[in-house]
C-alpha cells in the first residue's frame, strides 16, 4: 500500500549542488519516520539522513553541515538537499519509510534509487 518514488539525481560537478524528493503514496498508512541511504560500489549501504513526522534529525558525520534534510508531513515527502558535493558522495541514494498501517501493522519500505555522481 505504500510507494515511495524518488528523483533529483543526477550528474554534478565537485562543489555544486542537488536536490533530492521522495514521495510516499498509497492509502491506509502512517509514516514515523524517512530518511535517505547511500550505498557505493563496493561498500555497504549507509545512513545519509533521517527525519521523523515531528521534524527530529539525524545525519552521518560525513554530510553534516553540507546536506540537509526537510519533509512535508501533508505530502509525505521528504528532500535531501546537497551542497558542496564532493567525489566521495557519488553513490546510489535510497528513500526509506518506516512506519505503520492502518491496522497496525509496521512497514519498512525503500525506494528504488537514484544515482548521484560527483565529478571531480
Known amino acids: 500500500q505504500v510507494q515511495l518514488v524518488e528523483s533529483g539525481g543526477g550528474l554534478v560537478q565537485a562543489g555544486g549542488s542537488l536536490g533530492l524528493s521522495c514521495a510516499a503514496s498509497?492509502?491506509?498508512?502512517?509514516?514515523?519516520?524517512m530518511g535517505w541511504y547511500r550505498q557505493a560500489p563496493g561498500k555497504q549501504r549507509e545512513l545519509v539522513a533521517r527525519i521523523t513526522s515531528g521534524g527530529s534529525t539525524n545525519y552521518a558525520d560525513s554530510v553534516k553541515g553540507r546536506f540537509t534534510i526537510s519533509r512535508d508531513n501533508a505530502k509525505n515527502t521528504v528532500y535531501l538537499q546537497m551542497n558542496s558535493l564532493k567525489p566521495e558522495d557519488t553513490a546510489v541514494y535510497y528513500c526509506n519509510a518506516v512506519g505503520q498501517r492502518a491496522w497496525g501493522t509496521e512497514y519498512d519500505n525503500w525506494g528504488q534509487g537514484t544515482q548521484v555522481t560527483v565529478s571531480s
Open positions: 498509497g492509502s491506509s498508512f502512517t509514516i514515523n519516520r
